[in-house]
């Protein structure tokens, strides 16, 4: 069973740039397609990204597509999320989730498709 701890959030204005982590703890991450979702206060968690197992295969939310890019490296047990040209509505608790994937290309974009989460951190992009 995998622990996923993510870190890197906090307070930015309009047009700055975050870069989230996820470390991952007690499984092999190699073996785990990986997402990161997000929830606005009062709004339903939604998907903002995805990765396959090795990396090579990527999805991404259309609010989020060209400013946001998912990344892993499997040496370090780590996902990443880079976050460019941020806006306001960006504004969210960040969770990144894990999948045990079959199949090396398999990348998930639904939220019931992943079995772990993290804690989530905290996003605010000021106007």
């Known amino acids: 069973q995998v622990q996923l701890v993510e870190s890197g959030g906090g307070l930015v204005q309009a047009g700055g740039s975050l870069r989230l982590s996820c470390a991952a703890s007690?499984?092999?991450?190699?073996?785990?397609?990986m997402g990161w979702f997000r929830q606005a206060p009062g709004k339903e968690r939604e998907f903002a990204a995805a990765?396959?197992?090795?990396?090579?295969?990527?999805l991404y939310a259309d609010s989020v597509k060209g400013r946001f890019t998912i990344s892993r490296d499997n040496a370090k047990n780590t996902l990443y999320l880079q976050m460019t040209s941020l806006k306001p509505e960006d504004t969210a608790v960040y969770y990144c989730?894990?999948?045990?994937?079959?199949?090396?290309?398999?990348?998930?974009?639904?939220?019931?498709?992943?079995?772990?989460w993290g804690q989530g951190t905290q996003v605010t992009v000021s106007s």
């Open positions: 989730a894990a999948k045990p994937a079959v199949f090396s290309g398999d990348v998930y974009r639904s939220l019931n498709s992943y079995d772990y």
């Open positions: 007690g499984g092999t991450f190699s073996g785990y397609a």
């Open positions: 990765i396959n197992r090795s990396g090579g295969s990527t």
